[in-house]
T-cell receptor, first 108, second 113 residues
């Protein structure tokens, strides 16, 4: 069993729908990251959080430390949100352990 | 903006060749990382470096070596490429503060025939 599990692995939705991607982890962490990877490979960081909730535009990330679970929500989804979303947990100061990624496709 | 560049976007090599993947960052970051990304497995750490000439093995270092002679440059070396090293290779860098963001390069898709 992977230390970081994401669900679903693939998600297809219509433009405007509310999207939720889940991340569960089984190890102790100091922080959790949500990353976005567009076709072509480049990865950008969306959020880093260690408690509670963060919001940036239409994206919201939450974490429940006791339940070892995080969610990434996208409101009013748009085709440009189509990408792979990756959850990564930080162990110690530097090491990241990554989930397998969730491939999101938003159809117009 | 932090910029992390990788020497090639696509590379095709033959089994047994020695392969060099180069990564350069322009933000004076102390830490640099090499990952490979495979479908269903996510990103896995090969090696990282926290200072010039310093390196530590990651989770899957077998078949790879690294070199960091200058702070801005971190090279991944495949001494004798094999078909199971066909993958996407991603470089990242971060500054020396704990719990900080890693900045990723665009990736190199390596195919070993």
């Amino acid at each position: 069993k992977n230390e970081v599990e994401q669900s679903p692995q693939n998600l297809t939705a219509q433009e405007g729908e509310f999207i939720t991607i889940n991340c569960s982890y089984s190890v102790g962490i100091s922080a959790l990251h949500w990353l976005q990877q567009h076709p072509g490979g480049g990865i950008v960081s969306l959020f880093m959080l260690s408690s509670g909730k963060k919001k940036h535009g239409r994206l919201i990330a939450t974490i429940n430390i006791q339940e070892k679970h995080s969610s990434l929500h996208i409101t009013a989804s748009h085709p440009r949100d189509s990408a792979v979303y990756i959850c990564a947990v930080r162990q110690g100061a530097q090491k990241l352990v990554f989930g397998q990624g969730t491939r999101l496709t938003i159809n117009p | 903006d932090v910029k992390v560049t990788q020497s090639s976007r696509y590379l095709v090599k033959r089994t047994g060749e020695k392969v060099f993947l180069e990564c350069v960052q322009d933000m004076d970051h102390e830490n640099m990382f090499w990952y490979r990304q495979d479908p269903g497995l996510g990103l896995r750490l090969i090696y990282f470096s926290y200072d010039v000439k310093m390196k530590e093995k990651g989770d899957i270092p077998e078949g790879y070596s690294v070199s960091r002679e200058k702070k801005e440059r971190f090279s991944l070396i495949l001494e004798s490429a094999s078909t199971n090293q066909t993958s996407m290779y991603l470089c990242a860098s971060s500054d020396g503060r704990p719990y900080n963001e890693q900045f990723f390069g665009p990736g190199t898709r390596l195919t070993v025939l």
